[in-house]
């Protein structure tokens, strides 16, 4: 079945580590994104990659990196230098070509819950 | 002002009540619009897109009034299945393919 893999779904974290959360997708979709949702607040963009080898930063870049070497894959590392990292990260994806409107559906992956302890 | 402004809620109706959410949005610009329902602890999922002249699935309508810059969504004949987050999500102007979240309406459907 086509779809999104996010890996893992619960992780913890020392403060000061480095962690690396998975995103695969089989949908063949050009773009891809992470985004970061806590308690009260809607779903903030993190990064988002139009096309391999190219992203670029959303709202809340900051502490985070990523990487887009292969269309299906698009891994989101936390890094020591995010403040506030617990939060649930979800990653999606869609058919969305740059510069097109209403290219639509967000296609999500099912979530990784990450704590910092 | 936020980009897209949800009431929380919670909203609590009994089984087969008709319930309606309104979701505001500020950019005038903004072409595309969702409603995503959301489950404790889950990952969002399309609900329906909204349509300029309005359009339907089954129990859910959703309407689109662009003068006013908000978008509804009714559901009839309530379901304790529909007890969920509802989500407006509006794209971005000349971002590409990038959206703004409301922070959603939390219903909860009681037997």
């Known amino acids: 079945d086509g779809g999104i893999t996010q890996s893992p779904k619960y992780l913890f974290r020392k403060e000061g580590q480095n962690v690396t959360l998975s995103c695969e997708q089989n949908?063949?979709?050009?773009?891809m994104y992470w985004y970061r949702q806590d308690p009260g607040q809607g779903l903030r963009l993190i990064y988002y990659s139009q096309i391999v080898n190219d992203f670029q930063k959303g709202d809340i870049a900051e502490g985070y990196s990523v990487s887009r070497e292969k269309k299906e894959s698009f891994p989101l590392t936390v890094t020591s230098a995010q403040k506030n990292p617990t939060a649930f990260y979800l990653c999606?994806?869609?058919?969305?070509?740059?510069?097109?409107?209403?290219?639509?559906?967000?296609?999500f992956g099912e979530g990784s819950r990450l704590t910092v302890l | 002002r936020k980009e897209v402004e949800q009431d929380p809620g919670p909203f609590n109706v009994p089984e087969g009540a008709t319930v309606a959410f309104n979701c505001t949005y500020s950019n005038s610009a903004s072409q595309s619009f969702f409603w995503y329902r959301q489950d404790c602890r889950k990952e969002p999922k399309l609900l329906m897109s909204v349509y300029s002249s309005g359009n339907e699935d089954g129990r859910f309508t959703a309407q689109l009034n662009r003068a006013s810059q908000y978008i509804s969504l009714l559901i009839r004949d309530s379901k304790l299945s529909d007890s969920a987050t509802y989500l407006c999500?509006?794209?971005?102007?000349?971002?590409?393919?990038?959206?703004?979240f409301g922070t959603g309406t939390s219903l909860t459907v009681i037997p």
């Open positions: 949908l063949n979709h050009d773009a």
């Open positions: 999606a994806s869609s058919i969305g070509i740059a510069g097109a409107v209403g290219t639509g559906e967000l296609f």
């Open positions: 999500v509006v794209n971005r102007p000349n971002t590409g393919n990038q959206f703004y």
